[in-house]
């Protein structure tokens, strides 16, 4: 089993369950959730990969079954990203919420899905950044700062938009490690 596809699976779960959890508070329910969950999955995975082979097109058009074919390595988050992005007007309409307290469920769930991917998949700090102890060090206190970020935009989620902004903060962050 490829180790990504694990911390894939599990970040989606966990992220899933945060999600839940906050989509019930106002009124979706979980199946209608789920529902969302498998879609937002399979849109990202597949715009993530779509997005890498279009930077090697020519390689990929002389080989389509590389495209696919397992193990799969080379996902871009960039399309990932555009691919939820696009799933977001029809999931706003499925689960009959607004936008920004939309956004808010989908943060906190990207939160705590990151939490497990960094945790379970690889360094989160790049190795060229940091040398010796310090890549750890900035590991930990990667996978700590989320967990705290996490749970105080869940104890305090009260106005639409808050976990939105510190979600994007936060990947702002990750992209300067």
Known sequence: MNPLGMALGLAYLTGGLVGQALAARRGVPSGRWWWCVVLFMAATVAGARLWYVAGDASYYLANPVEVWRPPIEGLSFAGGLAAAAACLVGVRRYLGLRLMPLLDVVALSYLAGSVIAAVLWSSPVSLQAASGGLAAALD??????????????????????????????????????
Do not use: I, K
């Not at 510190?166 to 300067?176: E, I, K, M, P, R």
């Open 140 to 177: 930990a206190l990667y996978a700590t700062g989320l967990y705290v970020l996490l749970w105080r935009l869940w104890l305090r989620e009260r106005s639409a938009g808050r976990a939105w902004g510190a979600a994007l903060a936060a990947l702002a962050g990750d992209a300067f490690l």
